[in-house]
């Protein structure tokens, strides 16, 4: 499941290929905003967009994929579940059929469990994944922001285990023990917020190390998570961004300063972080 500069993909432990960048719309606002930005992205070569139900945006990125002519079967999709009001298989089905039916798409190409936490019943909701993977609507099924007594909690009751756990990962939140877990049992990890929501994009340890490979900072951290074996989404709505973050196939990082990098580690949390919560 290795990144490297010549591969684009990773193979998940269903045996589906996704590619290593996307494209987040997370806060990209519904209609031209979100439209923009997924043309953008297929135009500059993505072909991996991650939305989620929660972002309220997912009829433009249909409207996006649609018009961008690019045949379905060339790029992955990615959205989210959210148990609101509560976990459990109705109103998981109801969910992600609608989310189908705003993105006007027969089938998403991994669909996520946006957190563990919130009421419920979580084993139900897996349940649902996995009866709309069956049904051929959903081709991966994964997890988001589970930590690892989540993670070990749905191996044990899982008939599908999740392919992806995607969680806040960069080099200010490292999260070896999860990566480590989740290696070890073939879940791919995802990493979104990677540019840290631009709060470390100007810390002079960065800088330094970007200006040694002539790289924008933003690169460099999307670049450290390609190394580290991960899927990333850096979010942008901003096209010359969109594009510079997707350039990152023409250099690598070395060990010495992938290593520097993971030292700058102080469990930077951006937005929420429900690993931490209760199983």
Not at 65 to 77: A, Q
Not at 110 to 138: C, F, I, N, Y
Not at 151 to 156: F, N, T
Request: proline share 5%.
């Amino acid at each position: 499941m290795g990144v490297g500069s010549s591969d684009m993909k990773v193979t998940l432990n269903d045996g589906a290929e996704m590619p290593v960048i996307g494209l987040g719309v997370y806060q990209a606002q519904e209609g031209a905003e979100t439209y923009n930005a997924v043309k953008y992205a297929l135009e500059a070569g993505y072909r991996h967009i991650d939305t989620a139900w929660i972002y309220g945006n997912h009829i433009s990125v249909g409207h996006a994929i649609r018009d961008s002519g690019i045949p379905r079967e060339e790029l992955f999709v990615t959205t989210k579940f959210f148990p609101k009001p509560k976990h459990g298989y109705d109103e998981a089905i109801a969910q992600m059929s609608l989310s189908l039916q705003q993105l006007q798409l027969d089938y998403v190409d991994l669909m996520l469990v946006h957190t563990p936490s919130m009421q419920g019943d979580r084993t139900m909701t897996w349940r649902a994944l996995e009866q709309m993977k069956t049904e051929g609507k959903l081709r991966s099924i994964g997890v988001s922001n589970y930590g690892v007594p989540h993670l070990k909690h749905l191996l044990q009751l899982a008939v599908v285990p999740p392919a992806v756990n995607q969680c806040e990962l960069n080099p200010y939140i490292v999260r070896k023990d999860l990566h480590d877990f989740c290696r070890a049992n073939g879940i791919v990890m995802e990493a979104y917020s990677p540019l840290t929501k631009g709060e470390k994009l100007s810390d002079p340890k960065l800088v330094k190390l970007a200006k040694k490979y002539d790289k924008s900072t933003a690169q460099m951290l999307i670049k450290w998570c390609m190394q580290q074996g991960c899927v990333v989404i850096p979010k942008s709505v901003t096209k010359s961004r969109i594009i510079e973050n997707f350039d990152v196939f023409n250099f690598e990082i070395n060990e010495e300063d992938l290593a520097e990098m993971s030292s700058f580690d102080e469990y930077l949390v951006t937005g929420w972080d429900p690993t931490i919560d209760p199983v």
